[in-house]
């Protein structure tokens, strides 16, 4: 019998995508949930017993001297693909489709996460409770920031996206695969956070494809209530 899967699981965090996964695969596990600090929405000090860095996601498997820890969302993909997928989920070694999936696992975090971090800190900066002869200032920076950098970046990434997602279903080609979990938490928070208007129909399509799986269904139902921007 396989060792048991724990998803060190925070709320509102990447860990979701995880979840989803082992639906999609299949593949029994547990969930250790942990909360977020109601003000600052860090990580619980607990996580730090679970992995040097004290963030999530982080898995585990077995126990004792025979357990294996791994963190990092796309590392966590690669584990579970390579351990546990048994061919599935990924598309065939040295295809074209095989080069997109790789090319998304790494986009997900590499190319369009760092834009949609910085609108979330801007954007707190911009309301952050300041005394009211500064606060001017406070938002004119946070505005000039977002307007000249973060802004054109991600409509210049969203736009590639739609691009792509019109000349096939899914990221990788026309089979739903693991670079489509990776890039469900990315995609979700830039609809909470730069929103996805009528310049984006595919990747709205894709959004409502994704959320209709039932293994997503089954993932919120075992992960919690979930919001990309915590």
Known sequence: MPAMITVHHLENSRSQRVLWLLEELGLPYEVQ???RHPKTLMAPPALLQVHPLGKSPVITEGSGNSSTT???SGAIVEYLIDVHGQGRLRPAQGSPEQRRYTYWLHFSEGSLMPPLLMKLVFDKVREAPVPFFIKPVVR???DKVNAAFIDPNLKRLLAFM???L???A???GDEFTAADVQMSYPVEAAAARAGLDKRYPKLTDWLQRIHAR???IKALEAGGP???VP
């Open 33 to 35: 949930r942990y909360a």
């Open 170 to 172: 899914w990221f990788a």
């Open 140 to 142: 004119g920076i946070a």
């Open 226 to 228: 979930y919001n990309a």
């Open 162 to 164: 739609e691009a792509e």
């Open 166 to 168: 019109s000349t096939r």
């Open 70 to 72: 791994v963190a990092e």
């Open 214 to 216: 039932p293994a997503y």
